[in-house]
C-alpha cells in the first residue's frame, strides 16, 4: 500500500516580520490593534514599531477638569524612558498637562531615533529654557511644537529656532516671558513657519515678526499689545490667511489697525476683530479695500463702526461669505441698509443685539437678501482651530 501525502503544517506564526507588518497594516480597528499586539512578545514589537503616536491620560484633558491648578500627571524620567524605547518610531508626542514634568525627562529625546515630528508640552509647568534645548539636540525634525502656559523665555526660543529650523507651527499662547526678541529669532531661522499663536502674551507688541516668511499664514494674537508698528511686522511676509487681533490691548488711536489695509495683506481671508472697541471708520475703511480676500470678518463689539465704516464693507467687500456684527453700537438702519445693497456673496449675517437697527430694517433686509441667514448666535473665536 502507498503511504499516505505528507503535509508540512503551516500557520500564521510562521510568516517573517516583514509580512506580518503588513497584515498589521490592513487593521483598521484599534482594538484589533491591541489584540495583536496582545498575541505573542514578537507581535506586539511588530505593534510598537507601527506605533506613531503617543499621549498621556493627563488630568487636563479629562472634560470635568474645571481648574489649571488641579495637579497634573506625574511622569518620572523611568516612565519616559521606557515608553520612548518601546515606541522608536514615534511622530507625535504629547506630555501636556504633566505640569511636574522636569527638564531631565527630555534628555531622552537627543538619542531618540525616530523622526518626532509633533510634541506637545502644554501645561508643563516645569519645562524651562533648558528643557528647549533638549529638544532642540534632539529634534532636527520637528515640525510643530505646543508650548502653552510654559515657562520659557526668549533665550529658550532662540536656542530652538536654531536647532529646529523646520518649525511650522508654533503655540506660544500664555507664555508671559516672551518678547518680540523670541519670536524675530524664530522668524529669521524657521523659513517654512507657517502659524504662530502668541495670545495673551504680554510682552509682545509684533515687530519680531518684521520681514517673516511668505509661508507664515497664521497669527493668532489674542489680547496682545500690538501697536501699529507691530501690525505691520506681523503682515509684512505678505502671506497672511488668518489673523485674530481680538481684544487686543494699549492702543491709543482708534485708527491703528489701518495698517493692515496697507497692501501687504491681499491674501487675508478670515480676520477677527472682536472686542476692538475703539476701531474706527479709517481702520475699517483701509482694510474693506486692501484685503479683497476676505472671506469671514468678525467686528462685533466694534463699538467706533459708524455709516462709513459699514459703507466700505458693503461697496468693497464682495467675497465676504460671513460677518459677524453682534452687539455693535453704532449700526443703525443706515448701516444695514449699506450692507444689504452690498457684500454680494454674504451668506450668514452674525447680528444678535443691537440697539439702533429697527425692526423694520431687519426685515428688509431678509426680504431683499433671503438668501443671507440671519444668526442670533455671537462667535468669539473664528476660523480654523489649530
Same mark, same amino acid.
Request: glycine share 8%.
Given at each position: 500500500?502507498?503511504?499516505?501525502?505528507?503535509?508540512?503544517?503551516?500557520?500564521?506564526?510562521?510568516?517573517?516580520?516583514?509580512?506580518? $507588518?503588513?497584515?498589521?497594516?490592513?487593521?483598521?480597528?484599534?482594538?484589533?490593534?491591541?489584540?495583536?499586539?496582545l498575541t505573542c512578545h514578537r507581535w506586539l514589537n511588530?505593534?510598537?514599531?507601527?506605533?506613531?503616536?503617543?499621549?498621556?491620560?493627563?488630568?487636563?484633558?479629562?472634560?470635568?477638569?474645571? /481648574? !489649571?491648578?488641579?495637579?497634573?500627571?506625574?511622569?518620572?524620567?523611568?516612565?519616559?524612558?521606557?515608553?520612548?524605547?518601546?515606541?522608536?518610531?514615534?511622530?507625535?508626542? /504629547?506630555?501636556?498637562?504633566?505640569?511636574?514634568?522636569?527638564?531631565?525627562?527630555?534628555?531622552?529625546?537627543? $538619542?531618540?531615533?525616530?523622526?518626532?515630528?509633533h510634541l506637545n508640552l502644554d501645561c508643563c509647568f516645569?519645562?524651562?529654557?533648558?528643557?528647549?534645548?533638549?529638544?532642540?539636540?534632539?529634534?532636527?525634525? !520637528?515640525?510643530?511644537?505646543?508650548?502653552?502656559?510654559?515657562?520659557?523665555?526668549?533665550?529658550?526660543?532662540?536656542?530652538?529656532?536654531?536647532?529646529?529650523?523646520?518649525?511650522?507651527?508654533?503655540?506660544?499662547?500664555?507664555?508671559?516671558?516672551?518678547?518680540?526678541?523670541?519670536?524675530?529669532?524664530?522668524?529669521?531661522?524657521?523659513?517654512?513657519?507657517?502659524?504662530?499663536?502668541? /495670545?495673551?502674551?504680554?510682552?509682545?507688541?509684533?515687530?519680531?515678526?518684521?520681514?517673516? $516668511?511668505?509661508?507664515?499664514?497664521?497669527?493668532?494674537?489674542?489680547?496682545?499689545?500690538?501697536?501699529?508698528?507691530?501690525?505691520?511686522?506681523?503682515?509684512s511676509g505678505g502671506g497672511l490667511e488668518y489673523l485674530?487681533? /481680538?481684544?487686543?490691548?494699549?492702543?491709543? $488711536?482708534?485708527?491703528?489697525?489701518?495698517?493692515?489695509?496697507?497692501?501687504?495683506?491681499?491674501?487675508?481671508?478670515?480676520?477677527?476683530?472682536?472686542?476692538?472697541?475703539?476701531?474706527?471708520?479709517?481702520?475699517?475703511?483701509?482694510?474693506?479695500?486692501?484685503?479683497? !480676500?476676505?472671506?469671514?470678518?468678525?467686528?462685533?463689539?466694534?463699538?467706533?463702526?459708524?455709516?462709513?465704516?459699514?459703507?466700505?464693507?458693503?461697496?468693497?467687500?464682495?467675497?465676504?461669505?460671513?460677518?459677524?456684527?453682534?452687539?455693535?453700537?453704532?449700526?443703525?438702519?443706515?448701516?444695514?441698509?449699506?450692507?444689504?445693497?452690498?457684500?454680494?456673496?454674504?451668506?450668514?449675517?452674525?447680528?444678535?443685539?443691537?440697539?439702533?437697527?429697527?425692526?423694520?430694517?431687519?426685515?428688509?433686509?431678509?426680504?431683499?437678501?433671503?438668501?443671507?441667514?440671519?444668526?442670533?448666535?455671537?462667535?468669539?473665536?473664528?476660523?480654523?482651530?489649530?
Amino acid at each position: 500500500m502507498e503511504e499516505p501525502l505528507s503535509y508540512n503544517l503551516t500557520s500564521i506564526m510562521h510568516l517573517p516580520d516583514d509580512c506580518l $507588518s503588513i497584515v498589521f497594516q490592513f487593521l483598521v480597528c484599534s482594538s484589533d490593534h491591541e489584540s495583536f499586539g496582545l498575541t505573542c512578545h514578537r507581535w506586539l514589537n511588530i505593534q510598537n514599531t507601527h506605533r506613531r503616536s503617543l499621549q498621556f491620560h493627563s488630568s487636563l484633558a479629562l472634560p470635568n477638569v474645571s /481648574s !489649571l491648578s488641579q495637579r497634573g500627571l506625574v511622569v518620572s524620567a523611568f516612565h519616559l524612558h521606557r515608553l520612548l524605547t518601546r515606541f522608536q518610531h514615534l511622530h507625535y508626542l /504629547s506630555l501636556s498637562g504633566c505640569s511636574e514634568l522636569p527638564d531631565s525627562c527630555l534628555t531622552f529625546l537627543q $538619542s531618540y531615533p525616530s523622526k518626532l515630528l509633533h510634541l506637545n508640552l502644554d501645561c508643563c509647568f516645569g519645562i524651562t529654557d533648558n528643557g528647549l534645548s533638549l529638544v532642540a539636540a534632539g529634534c532636527s525634525s !520637528l515640525e510643530a511644537i505646543s508650548l502653552y502656559r510654559c515657562n520659557i523665555t526668549d533665550a529658550g526660543l532662540e536656542t530652538l529656532a536654531n536647532g529646529c529650523s523646520a518649525l511650522k507651527h508654533i503655540n506660544l499662547s500664555y507664555c508671559s516671558l516672551v518678547s518680540d526678541g523670541g519670536l524675530r529669532a524664530l522668524s529669521q531661522s524657521c523659513c517654512h513657519l507657517e502659524a504662530v499663536k502668541i /495670545s495673551h502674551c504680554s510682552g509682545v507688541y509684533g515687530t519680531g515678526f518684521k520681514g517673516c $516668511s511668505p509661508t507664515l499664514t497664521h497669527i493668532d494674537a489674542d489680547s496682545c499689545n500690538l501697536d501699529p508698528e507691530g501690525i505691520m511686522g506681523i503682515v509684512s511676509g505678505g502671506g497672511l490667511e488668518y489673523l485674530n487681533v /481680538s481684544r487686543v490691548n494699549g492702543w491709543h $488711536s482708534g485708527d491703528a489697525l489701518a495698517v493692515i489695509g496697507a497692501g501687504f495683506a491681499t491674501r487675508l481671508k478670515i480676520l477677527n476683530l472682536w472686542l476692538c472697541r475703539t476701531v474706527g471708520d479709517e481702520s475699517i475703511a483701509a482694510i474693506a479695500r486692501g484685503c479683497p !480676500l476676505l472671506q469671514e470678518w468678525n467686528v462685533a463689539l466694534c463699538h467706533g463702526i459708524r455709516i462709513a465704516g459699514w459703507q466700505s464693507i458693503g461697496i468693497n467687500c464682495n467675497k465676504l461669505e460671513k460677518l459677524h456684527v453682534n452687539r455693535c453700537r453704532n449700526l443703525c438702519d443706515l448701516g444695514l441698509q449699506a450692507l444689504r445693497e452690498g457684500c454680494k456673496g454674504l451668506l450668514v449675517l452674525y447680528i444678535g443685539r443691537t440697539w439702533k437697527v429697527s425692526a423694520t430694517a431687519r426685515e428688509l433686509f431678509k426680504l431683499c437678501r433671503g438668501n443671507v441667514e440671519i444668526s442670533e448666535e455671537e462667535i468669539m473665536f473664528i476660523g480654523p482651530s489649530n
